[in-house]
């Protein structure tokens, strides 16, 4: 146990364990979209779960873009290198600031469906300063996407 602490640490682990849980919940088919968790899913949680959350996605990416450079690529449209050298959450905004941030992307009845992710993905692009046109496009492929894949549901559920 000590090796996979001092490998991972406890914010991620408990972040790992989440999903677990989450993936076995009996969830309604709203809340995820292929699979993956989205805004109704996200709306429905207390602001420390959504803190707690955010925290524990940045330090799985962190860890995952650490020890495994094969990950770390794809790592990329949520990390950035730090002074470090490691990847760290791609945004100047603090965690509290970016559940916010989130929350008001889902304020959006358009974003609902959008993957937990991806609005994530956003937010890291609005706030390093990408072009609004730019953001946009994202969002629309976001929403595209959820569209073609139904707006919910789970990808093996027909």
């Given at each position: 146990?000590?090796?996979?602490l001092k490998?991972?640490?406890?914010?991620?682990?408990?972040?790992?364990?989440?999903?677990?849980?989450?993936?076995?919940?009996?969830?309604?088919?709203?809340?995820?979209?292929?699979?993956?968790?989205?805004?109704?899913?996200?709306?429905?949680?207390?602001?420390?779960?959504?803190?707690?959350?955010?925290?524990?996605?940045?330090?799985?990416?962190?860890?995952?873009?650490?020890?495994?450079?094969?990950?770390?690529?794809?790592?990329?449209?949520?990390?950035?290198?730090?002074?470090?050298?490691?990847?760290?959450?791609?945004?100047?905004?603090?965690?509290?600031?970016?559940?916010?941030?989130?929350?008001?992307?889902?304020?959006?009845?358009?974003?609902?469906?959008?993957?937990?992710?991806?609005?994530?993905?956003?937010?890291?692009?609005?706030t390093e300063?990408?072009?609004?046109?730019?953001?946009?496009?994202?969002?629309?492929?976001?929403?595209?996407?959820?569209?073609?894949?139904?707006?919910?549901?789970?990808?093996?559920?027909?």
């Amino acid at each position: 146990m000590k090796q996979i602490l001092k490998r991972f640490p406890p914010v991620a682990l408990l972040s790992a364990l989440l999903a677990f849980s989450v993936n076995g919940a009996d969830l309604d088919d709203t809340e995820k979209t292929c699979g993956r968790l989205n805004g109704r899913f996200w709306n429905q949680g207390p602001q420390g779960f959504k803190l707690g959350f955010i925290m524990g996605f940045n330090e799985t990416l962190s860890e995952l873009s650490r020890h495994d450079p094969t990950t770390a690529e794809a790592t990329l449209p949520y990390l950035a290198a730090g002074p470090d050298g490691h990847g760290h959450f791609r945004t100047l905004l603090s965690y509290g600031e970016t559940v916010k941030a989130i929350d008001q992307f889902y304020d959006v009845p358009e974003n609902l469906a959008v993957p937990i992710m991806d609005a994530v993905r956003v937010i890291s692009r609005r706030t390093e300063g990408t072009e609004p046109a730019e953001v946009e496009k994202q969002i629309a492929v976001s929403r595209k996407w959820a569209a073609d894949c139904g707006g919910k549901g789970q990808q093996d559920k027909k």
